[in-house]
């Protein structure tokens, strides 16, 4: 009997406990879409030019192609991403490793050729190269840079800078003042600012012709010629946390203002967070940095169909988290994942391409081949 009465106490408070587990849980696992939007199509309005005056690049962090398709899931089967015409995928391995890291994934994409992971701007053998961005300056084109985390971090710091190790962020952060890059929009203000040398970087842009913007709300009256947007003291939030829409409204920004120069430019994109979401072995995360990325692609075609001069390549410098689409519903807009890891993994990664020449970029290429590509296309040395 008293036993029985144990029993009866006991069982519900257990069952409560197992409740809470599986809640939290799921909200790591499991997305459900609440905001839902429109897709336009601009694949027909393409221009028959294939003269190539401007490339956009965009850069999905840690993008494979199950945090592509989850976004493609959770806005209920369509994405921009889904409407780029041609595709193929990229090898992202490092010179020393199968794995690669978002510094030596970048590099290959800057300076064309694979070298160690956490290199910044340097060949395998540690020696500074030229990065695509530095010669299309030297050619007289515009450049721009746009994340959603510092602008000193790997992946765009790849395209400016040259230092043998990715967390050499104030080194990184000096280099920027080494570069006549037009535009620059991200976090890493205290890498300008709080310093161990005591350099006021912010001082010194504005010395050089830079408007120095803080925030998002100023970048709006910045007149475009010379921007330094340093939105955030580090990264900026996730979008889960209220980043906004501060990827599509700087990365508009910053086509308003290079689109002057009659030479070209070259402008960077990086959706910087769906790498962290992988990290994190997160599904909300990863999805809603990825609706943000393809909302920020759309924006990107939309410039793109009506120029007809510019070419946009979105892919990734590795992917995130192993990640594997293990359930959901496209009807409703839910995605369930799992992982194998909470670092990289060596697998392709996708490779979408819209415009002249977009045909270059399919099937299974080198990460270093879209740099070849490129400097071939806007006719760089
Ligand atoms: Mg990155
Ligand atoms: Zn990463």
């Not at 020696?127 to 765009?156: M, R």
């Not at 970048?219 to 906004?244: M, S």
């Not at 962290?276 to 410039?303: A, R």
């Not at 807009?333 to 060596?346: D, R």
Request: proline fraction near 2%; include cysteine.
């Amino acid at each position: 009997m008293k036993k029985i009465l144990f029993l009866i106490l006991i069982i519900p408070v257990f069952a409560k406990a197992q409740n809470y587990t599986k809640i939290e849980e799921a909200d790591k696992t499991r997305y459900v879409n609440t905001s839902f939007y429109e897709v336009k199509n601009y694949t027909k309005k393409t221009s028959k030019k294939q003269v190539v005056k401007n490339i956009i690049f965009l850069i999905g962090d840690g993008m494979g192609t199950s945090q592509v398709y989850s976004g493609i899931i959770a806005n209920k089967g369509n994405s921009y991403i889904r409407t780029m015409p041609v595709s193929g995928f990229n090898k992202t391995n490092a010179s020393d490793d199968l794995i690669t890291d978002s510094a030596a994934g970048a590099t290959a994409f800057s300076i064309g050729e694979k070298t160690y992971n956490g290199a910044i701007g340097l060949d395998s053998s540690g020696i500074a190269k030229k990065t695509i961005l530095e010669s299309a300056e030297e050619k007289g084109l515009s450049t721009g840079l746009v994340a959603t985390c510092a602008i000193t971090h790997a992946t765009p710091a790849s395209f400016i800078a040259h230092q043998p190790d990715r967390n050499m962020y104030e080194e990184i952060a000096a280099d920027f003042l080494n570069t006549d890059v037009d535009i620059f929009i991200g976090g890493g203000r205290d890498h300008f600012n709080k310093r161990k040398d005591g350099r006021d970087l912010l001082l010194e842009l504005e010395n050089k012709g830079y408007e120095v913007v803080t925030t998002m709300d100023s970048l709006k009256f910045a007149k475009g010629n010379k921007v330094a947007g340093l939105i955030a003291p580090e990264h900026q939030a996730p979008i889960e946390l209220g980043r906004g829409d501060m990827l599509k409204t700087a990365s508009a920004f910053a086509i308003k203002n290079l689109k002057k120069n009659k030479d070209g430019f070259f402008l960077m994109i990086e959706g910087s967070q769906i790498d962290w979401g992988g990290h994190d072995n997160n599904v909300p995360y990863i999805v809603t940095e990825m609706l943000d990325f393809d909302q920020t692609i759309g924006e990107v075609l939309k410039f793109a169909a009506n120029d007809g001069e510019t070419l946009v390549v979105i892919t990734a410098d590795h992917e995130t988290g192993g990640f594997a689409i293990s359930g959901g519903d496209l009807n409703t807009g839910i995605v369930e994942g799992k992982f194998t890891t909470g670092n990289h993994t060596g697998v392709l990664v996708p490779v979408f391409a819209y415009g002249p020449q977009a045909e270059l970029f399919s099937g299974i290429m080198e990460n270093t081949d879209i740099y070849a590509k490129f400097m071939q296309l806007l006719e760089l040395k």
